[in-house]
């Protein structure tokens, strides 16, 4: 069958997670080329390893995988809670820890629907409706911090890590809503199709993330 002959088509996130994924998959085994991090090439080949890979903007690696032009993926939990995209996740990679926090100004009060920025729509909405909080959602692209600050939103949702950006923009970390690590994320069909191969991947990335946190 034509799909068992092409190399693995693996969707991999251009940005922070990259490098940690990338070192992730070397511990596994796989022959990644020095190159792989210095290149500008968005497809990269490593017939070696019987694989190929496509850098993609973070968010948009789910779909890639849902639609099938990406037999696997890694992505942040948090991409996957927004997107619900049609996709299996098949593995907690143990990397690029973080949370999805409400902040916002220590000295807030509440109104009748506060106003919250966010690059988490969905996640953000669906978090303050099963809390029966009416909230306006404004969707941001990045620098969320800002928001407050200026008085564009009273609350944001976002990532902490260190802490460090709301600790310099005097923020505080008001709740968790959920804790992110990346993911391996598979298309349905290549599940079925190509199971043997993914499971075989499954099996060195696990032991890799297993034995990493013995
Ligand atoms: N400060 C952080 N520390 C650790 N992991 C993070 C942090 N911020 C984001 N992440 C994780 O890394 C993933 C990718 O983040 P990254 O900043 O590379 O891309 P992005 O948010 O889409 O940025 P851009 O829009 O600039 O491309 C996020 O989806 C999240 O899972
Ligand atoms: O708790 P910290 O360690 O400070 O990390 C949190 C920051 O990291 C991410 O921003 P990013 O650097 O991706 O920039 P962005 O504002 O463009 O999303 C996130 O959106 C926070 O702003």
């Not at 037999?71 to 299996?88: A, F, I, N, S």
């Not at 729509?121 to 959602?137: D, H, I, T, W």
């Amino acid at each position: 069958m034509q799909t068992r002959n092409r190399p693995l088509m693996i969707a991999m996130p251009k940005g922070r997670i990259f490098e940690e994924a990338v070192a992730l998959l070397r511990k596994a085994g796989y022959p990644l080329p020095p190159e792989f991090e210095e290149s500008r090439k968005l497809v990269i080949d490593v017939p070696e390893a019987d694989m190929s890979f496509i850098l993609a903007k973070p968010t948009d690696v789910p779909t890639y995988v849902e639609y099938g032009v990406a037999d696997l993926g890694v992505v942040g939990k948090d991409v996957l809670l927004e997107e619900e995209r049609d996709v299996y996740e098949l593995l907690d990679l143990q990397i690029s820890y973080c949370r999805l926090c409400i902040a916002g100004l220590p000295d807030w009060k509440p109104t009748r629907s506060p106003r919250v920025a966010t690059k988490y729509p969905n996640v953000a909405s669906a978090y303050f409706r099963q809390q029966g909080q009416q909230v306006e959602v404004i969707k941001l692209n990045g620098s969320i911090e800002l928001a407050p600050i200026v008085g564009l939103a009273d609350r944001i949702v976002d990532i902490v890590s260190t802490g460090q950006t709301l600790l310099e923009n005097g923020l505080v970390e008001l709740e968790t809503i959920t804790q992110v690590s990346s993911r391996l994320i598979a298309n349905q069909v290549s599940y079925r199709m190509r199971r043997e191969e993914i499971q075989s991947m499954i099996k060195r990335l696990k032991a890799v993330v297993e034995g990493k946190h013995d």
